[in-house]
Antibody, heavy 114, light 109 residues
């Protein structure tokens, strides 16, 4: 079965760092782009960026460039989304998905609050 | 940059009726790069349609997609109670590599 399994919910304080993960299985993870998608409370889907795990080629949405870092470790079929300094406005559910959007992770809820 | 605009924002219908959801692209985009996604409250998005008109695995034939120029349409026939959800169109192409419409909420009337 092709699936993406994300890490669990996180509660953080403003200014803290965070990395969430997305592990693929059942397909050739290295040869498929992985996208990250944000959904703020009560809002729509926003594409953040994507990575090609095979060579770590990365593309960011201009809205997220410089605010997050996308990385991957093809040896363990895992992609990551990282923040160096969280803000309250980063509170959202974050989804990973194959770039074709045919397979989605279950989502990771990130809550940033003092 | 291609922008997708969905209409209506909310659609209120009864079970058994037919829903017609629209997605307009700000410039020409091949239908091969357009898809539709369903999302229910508290759930991850679920792919419905890709390449404008091809149903994803397991999607009933009540769901159909079509394309005409920069207009893309999702039609849901014989609405079932489980069809009431939010629907997003999405494109993946050159610039940006991926984008979503703002969504249409399909409500039970």
């Amino acid at each position: 079965e092709v699936q993406l399994v994300q890490s669990g919910a996180e509660v953080k304080k403003p200014g803290e760092s965070l990395t969430i993960s997305c592990k693929g299985s059942g397909y050739n993870f290295a040869n498929n782009w992985i996208s990250w998608v944000r959904q703020m409370p009560g809002k729509g889907l926003e594409w953040m960026g994507r990575i090609y795990p095979g060579d770590s080629d990365t593309t960011y949405s201009p809205s997220f460039q410089g605010h997050v870092t996308i990385s991957a470790d093809k040896s363990i079929s895992t992609a990551y989304l990282q923040w160096d300094s969280l803000k309250a406005s980063d509170t959202a559910v974050y989804y990973c998905a194959r770039h074709s959007l045919d397979v989605w992770g279950q989502g990771t809820t990130v809550t940033v609050s003092s | 940059e291609i922008v997708l605009t969905q209409s209506p924002g909310t659609l209120s219908l009864s079970p058994g009726e037919t829903a017609t959801l629209s997605c307009r692209a700000s410039q020409y985009i091949s239908g091969g790069y357009i898809g539709w996604i369903q999302q229910k409250p508290g759930q991850a998005p679920r792919p419905l349609i890709y390449a404008a008109s091809t149903r994803a695995a397991g999607i009933p034939d009540r769901f159909s997609g079509s394309a005409s120029g920069t207009e893309f349409t999702l039609t849901i026939s014989r609405l079932e109670p489980e069809d009431f959800a939010v629907y997003y169109c999405r494109q993946f192409g050159a610039s940006p590599p991926c984008a979503f419409g703002q969504g249409t909420k399909l409500d039970i009337k």
